[in-house]
C-alpha cells in the first residue's frame, strides 16, 4: 500500500486522503465486514438483480468474433459514411459519446477529414425535440451517412420515433436495399420488434446482452460499434478494463481503490452527506460525468435512499455554481476528476506592455495553470467543509478509459450492496413511460389517460 488514503492502480489513482478530516479511521475500519460482504455478494452473483452482472467478466470474457465484425463494420462505417448518425438513449448513447469526446476533442466534427480521418459523429434519440432532430437533418444535408440504432426492445419511445425518420430518409436516399446496408442494429439477440426488422430488411446486427443492464453497456457492442467508428482503438480499451477487474478482484480491503471509493461514498452519506458532485476540469470530461450521473443516480437512487449524484465543468461553474459549493448549504461532497498528462502543451508568452497583468504566467503551460488553479480550488472547498475525493487518471488514452470504466462500474455495484439497493434495476423509471402512454394515447392505456388528464 502506498501512503495511507492513495491507491495506484496501472493508469488511474484514487485518493480520499483529502477526506479524512471529515472521515474517521475508526469508521473506514468498522465499514470493512459491510463492504466486503458487499464486494462478495457481487462477485458470487448472490443478490438482487444477479442476473445483471454479465458486466462483471466482459473485459475477459466476451465473444470475439462479434468483436472482430464490430472493428470490420466500423472500417466499412469510415469509407463509406460521412456522418455516423448514432440513435440511442440513457446507457444506449450515453457511455459511446463520454468514450468519443474524452479520447477525441469537443472540435472533432469541426475539423476536416484529412485531419479526423472518421466521419462526424452526431447522437439522436435522447429527447423528443423537432428541432433538435430538424437541425441535425439540416447539418447531413445530402452527404452519405449510416445510422446505428440502439435499443434492446426496439420500442423505447425517444429512440424509436428517431429511427423512423432517419431510416425514411436513408430509404429515400439509397432505397430500402441501399439503406439496409446502411443500418446496423444493436438489440436483443433473438427477440424484439428491432431485431424482427433487422432479420426481415438485413440490416446488420449486434447484440445488447441479456445479462448487462444499459448503464453497464459500454463495453459491448453498444459502445463499442460507435466508439470503433470514431478510430478509437477498442482492443486497448477492454485491455484496461481487464486489468481494473484484475484489481478490484484481487486487492484486499485497504487496498481495493473501487471498494474504497464505495465505502468513502457510504460513510460520507451515513454522516448526513447527500450530494455528490462529480468535477472535471477539462471539457473533454463532460460526457463521462453525464455517464457517471446515469450509473449513480439509476443504480442507486430507490427505496428513498442514495446520494443524489451532480456534476460541474471546472473552472467554467466556478462563476456560478461555485459559490454554492464553496458556501451554501454543506449537504455535499466533491469527487474530482483529474487527467495527469498534459497532451496539447501550450505555454504563456510574455508582453512588454503586460496590460492585463498576466506576465507573472509567462513560461507556464495552460496545464499548469489549470491544475493549479484545480489545487486552490480543492483547498478552498475543504477549509469551506466539503470532503474531497480525487480520481486520477494518467492519460486520454483507450487503456486507461477502460480502467476508468470498470473502477466505476464495480465501486457501484458494491455501493449499492452496502446501501441495501438493488444496483441493477430501474423501478423508477418506468413510471413517466406509463404516463406518457397514457396522456398520447396508447392502446390499453384509456383509464390512465382520463385519470391523469383530471390532474393537469
Known amino acids: 500500500m502506498m501512503e495511507e488514503g492513495k491507491y495506484n492502480m496501472d493508469k488511474v489513482m484514487f485518493d480520499y486522503a483529502n477526506a479524512e478530516g471529515f472521515v474517521q479511521k475508526d469508521a473506514i475500519e468498522s465499514m470493512k465486514e459491510a463492504a466486503l460482504s458487499a464486494k462478495q455478494t457481487l462477485v458470487g452473483k448472490s443478490g438482487a438483480g ?4 454479465g458486466w462483471l467478466d466482459l473485459p475477459v470474457d466476451y465473444d470475439k468474433d462479434e468483436f472482430k465484425r464490430i472493428i470490420a463494420a466500423a472500417e466499412r462505417i469510415k469509407s463509406d459514411s460521412e456522418v455516423f448518425v448514432v440513435i440511442g438513449i440513457g446507457g444506449s448513447y450515453l457511455g459511446a459519446r463520454a468514450a468519443i469526446e474524452f479520447l477525441r476533442h469537443g472540435f472533432y466534427n469541426n475539423v476536416s477529414k484529412d485531419i479526423r480521418k472518421t ?14 432532430i430538424s437541425g441535425l437533418i439540416q447539418v447531413i444535408g445530402d452527404r452519405d451517412f449510416s445510422v446505428n440504432v440502439i435499443s434492446k426492445s426496439g420500442t423505447t419511445t425517444e429512440s424509436a420515433i428517431a429511427f423512423r425518420i432517419f431510416k425514411e430518409m436513408l430509404e429515400s436516399k439509397y432505397g430500402k436495399e441501399g ?86 461514498r457510504n460513510i460520507l452519506y451515513n454522516n448526513g452527506k447527500s450530494v455528490e458532485i462529480i468535477a472535471n476540469y477539462e471539457p473533454s470530461m463532460h460526457y463521462i460525468s453525464e455517464w457517471w450521473k446515469q450509473l449513480y443516480g439509476e443504480s442507486e437512487g430507490k427505496d428513498h435512499k442514495g446520494l443524489f449524484p451532480a456534476s460541474v465543468d471546472l473552472t467554467t461553474d466556478l462563476h456560478s455554481m461555485g459559490q454554492f459549493i464553496q458556501d451554501g448549504a454543506r449537504i455535499m461532497f466533491e469527487t474530482v476528476i483529474e487527467i495527469d498528462d498534459d497532451e496539447c502543451p501550450i505555454k504563456m508568452t510574455e508582453e512588454p506592455d503586460n496590460m492585463d497583468g498576466l506576465n ?58 452496502i446501501l441495501g439497493v438493488n444496483p441493477f434495476n430501474q423501478p423508477g423509471v418506468e413510471d413517466y413511460k406509463r404516463n406518457m402512454f397514457a396522456l398520447l394515447g396508447k392502446p390499453g392505456y384509456e383509464k390512465e389517460k382520463e385519470a391523469l388528464l383530471s390532474r393537469i
Do not use: Q
Open 360 to 417: 507573472y504566467l509567462s513560461g507556464l503551460t495552460l496545464d499548469a495553470i489549470n491544475k493549479n488553479a484545480m489545487k486552490g480550488t480543492r483547498i478552498a472547498h475543504i477549509d469551506g467543509g466539503v470532503p474531497n475525493l480525487l480520481v486520477k487518471v494518467k492519460d486520454k488514452s483507450e487503456y486507461s478509459l477502460g480502467e476508468l470504466f470498470y473502477f466505476f462500474e464495480f465501486a457501484c455495484g458494491v455501493s449499492g450492496y
Open 50 to 53: 444477479n442476473d445483471y452482472l
Open 179 to 264: 439503406a439496409a446496408k446502411r443500418i446496423y442494429a444493436t438489440t436483443d439477440k433473438e427477440r424484439g420488434a428491432l431485431k424482427k426488422l433487422a432479420d426481415d430488411s438485413g440490416y446488420e446486427t449486434f447484440v445488447v446482452p441479456d445479462d448487462v443492464g444499459g448503464r453497464y453497456s459500454v463495453l459491448t457492442a453498444v459502445g463499442l460499434l460507435p466508439i470503433a467508428v470514431s478510430g478509437a482503438d477498442i482492443t486497448a480499451l477492454m485491455e484496461g478494463a481487464a486489468a481494473m477487474r484484475k484489481t478490484c478482484l484481487e486487492k484486499d480491503y485497504y487496498d481495493n481503490p473501487a471498494v474504497m471509493y464505495a465505502v468513502l
Open 119 to 132: 466521419p462526424e459523429i452526431y447522437y439522436v434519440g435522447h429527447n423528443i425535440s423537432s428541432s433538435y
